[in-house]
């Protein structure tokens, strides 16, 4: 669904400077929260699966994917850079995951939801390892 | 920002039956991460004005709707129905909430960020009356 | 395991007025991250139950209870008044879930997690009426 | 407050095995959780302080901090190992998180939410480190 998000309106409205660029870690955010969706929803759509019973690593991916995305969204919102490590290691913990559950969604794709979920967290693990890379 | 989200593929993706209609549901849910995005958003921006002592109060209010649009959306997400009243009652919470941050955040839309919440909560406090409705 | 909290200390902290009972506050934010902790962690121990598939509705209520207890327990925390309706809001949603997830977890208690989850479930239910009802 | 957690009991009641030795799997996850309590307490106090302008960067880094434990909590609680690299990460993001925030906390330790949370920050990010170790 095409969805005209917050995000970037809201960092071109903070009122001070902000050492990366609006768009790009707009762009980033907007990635997690998407990719935090998917695979709460992921979760939910493999305990409604018949063949539930094979895919507990997949859930248990997804849940704790769905956690740190979330989290390493809100970090990066509030991208003061006060301590740039605290961002630093939330993204790299956040490539971590998508890594993983990119991996385990893999072995399943021939259930949509699985397929679309591998996705976006191959799309998100880039973003992160994108942003690392942009903050030197 | 134009986005495209997984929300609605991936509840298409959903292999059970769903009471609810898909469309609508993923439109909620996108709604409420954006809120929970823009109250978050809010909150630092908030933080970073020169007159910060006299937004406290709107600080804490983004804060809550932040945290409560993002579980709402979470219990969405795991739509099953099982106890609707779990639902309804986080759908109640969640407009209660969302209509205090907009009321709050309308008082300084003067500032931008408080402007575009304001707004954001508004749509977000319509989405949850409209599903409430619509669950009968 | 007996574990001395700080979040009494904290709340006596605080430096200004708060209208409810310290003493009470805290005890009911304690009691919501042990029911949310209960949970998270019930929910883990029914993946790995040879019956997971029977256990599916149970799941659900518990990721759902989680979520709702925690962000209670983070409204409480900010405690402030402002707007009583959104705490007693999130205090209402989180009795129903608390009493869903309860009701749930007791169907099964004949596993340890389930018996142990229910109680938590319980005595959080009636940690929140009894708070709505001190708020007047 | 002395505060008897079922962390401990579920994790024994946990069906299958787990790498890691209960008790101490137990401890830590009670630390994550007081901490992310005691850092999201400290925010809110610190907004409450007249000198609130001077602790912006403090009420951030308790966010984060809060944020961050709540997750590693989560995390921990799903135990399973299937990717011990996602839980070392977070570990890792949250003994980072910890040590800024209690080092940001100190700053202001003549105010005793400050005190309080500097120490429970100190001691979560000493509980993560050596996990990290004992997970090898």
Excluded: F, W
């Excluded at 009122?15 to 660029?21: F, R, S």
């Excluded at 695979?39 to 997804?62: F, G, K, Q, Y």
């Excluded at 890594?99 to 679309?116: G, K, L, V």
């Amino acid at each position: 669904m095409v969805m005209t998000t917050t995000t970037k309106p809201m960092l071109d409205a903070y009122p001070q400077e902000i050492e990366l660029d609006r768009g790009r870690l707009a762009e980033v955010i907007d990635t997690l929260n998407d990719c935090a969706e998917a695979c709460t929803s992921c979760a939910d759509a493999c305990l409604s699966e018949p063949m539930v019973a094979e895919l507990i690593t997949c859930i248990r991916t997804n849940l704790d994917c769905a956690d740190i995305c979330g989290t390493t969204a809100r970090v990066l919102s509030r991208h003061t850079g006060d301590d740039v490590r605290v961002t630093r290691g939330m993204l790299e913990a956040c490539a971590t995951a998508c890594a993983a559950c990119a991996a385990e969604c893999a072995q399943h794709s021939d259930m949509e939801h699985c397929r679309i979920c591998a996705e976006a967290c191959r799309t998100c693990e880039h973003a992160c390892r994108e942003l690392i890379a942009a903050m030197g």
